[in-house]
């Protein structure tokens, strides 16, 4: 079993950073894939950005969602079972509640949230014009 909880939302304005932090429970932690998602008012979770496990033939490989993909960065401290995002030149649309996801299985760094076992709480993200 896997717990994980995140930390490091909050309000700030375009154009803005902010770096959200996901600690992970389990030892583990290296050998899972780890995602964020973000879900806004009356829209569907999307993908945001996914990093493989160390131990997999493509160890670090990150992976983004176009409209992040140069503004947000995903990293992971294995000593410290946790996941970072680190987001850039935030925008009004960046506004939604941030996920972190840790996928057991495929350990592909997908895109789609069903391929991932376990969720934190969420954190919000409000990002003011």
């Known amino acids: 079993q896997v717990q994980l909880v995140e930390s490091g939302g909050g309000l700030v304005q375009a154009g803005g950073s902010l770096r959200l932090s996901c600690a992970a429970s389990?030892?583990?932690?290296?050998?899972?894939?780890m995602g964020w998602f973000r879900q806004a008012p009356g829209k569907e979770r999307e993908f945001v950005a996914a990093?493989?496990?160390?131990?997999?033939?493509?160890?670090?490989?990150?992976y983004y969602a176009d409209s992040v993909k140069g503004r947000f960065t995903i990293s992971r401290d294995i000593a410290k079972n946790t996941v970072y995002l680190q987001m850039n030149s935030l925008k009004p649309e960046d506004t939604a509640v941030y996920y972190c996801?840790?996928?057991?299985?495929?350990?592909?760094?997908?895109?789609?949230?069903?391929?991932?076992?376990?969720w934190g709480q969420g954190t919000q993200v409000t990002v003011s014009s």
């Open positions: 996801a840790a996928d057991q299985f495929t350990s592909r760094g997908s895109p789609r949230p069903y391929e991932y076992d376990y």
């Open positions: 990093i493989v496990p160390v131990i997999s033939w493509s160890a670090g490989s990150t």
């Open positions: 389990g030892r583990t932690f290296s050998s899972y894939a």
